[in-house]
């Protein structure tokens, strides 16, 4: 049984930083799932991808281009999301989502297999 957990998720001022963190467990010890990503949906709104790795390419949606960092975690099949210069306008309930299934884009919503239950970001005054 394949099961992605999120964690990392919490309160921030404008400005402040998060990270938020994945674990992808029940695949074979030895598989490293290729592509991992981070989405977001706010109340109201569509799913939107923020950032995705695929081996080693990353991609970035343009809201947060040079303020979040998507990367591999040290353990096999783990993710992670540096947040800085946060905005209230990042306040969303962040997905992990893991292994693709169909050939659209990294950051495209139905590519993705696996999904978390979401962990809440909140950046508010």
């Known amino acids: 049984l394949v099961q992605v957990v999120e964690s990392g998720g919490g309160s921030v001022q404008p400005g402040g930083s998060l990270t938020l963190s994945c674990a992808i467990t029940?695949?074979?010890?030895?598989?490293?799932?290729?592509?991992m990503a981070w989405f977001r949906q706010a109340p109201g709104k569509e799913r939107e991808g923020v950032a995705a790795?695929?081996?080693?390419?990353?991609t970035y949606a343009d809201s947060v281009k040079g303020r979040f960092s998507i990367a591999r975690g040290d353990a096999i099949n783990t993710l992670d999301l540096q947040m800085n210069e946060l905005k209230p306008e990042d306040t969303a309930t962040y997905y992990c989502a893991a292994f693709r299934r169909l050939t659209t884009g990294p950051l495209a919503p139905e590519t993705y297999a696996y999904w978390g239950q979401g962990t809440q970001v909140t950046v508010s005054s």
């Open positions: 029940g695949f074979s010890p030895t598989t490293v799932i290729t592509c």
């Open positions: 790795i695929c081996q080693s390419r990353t």
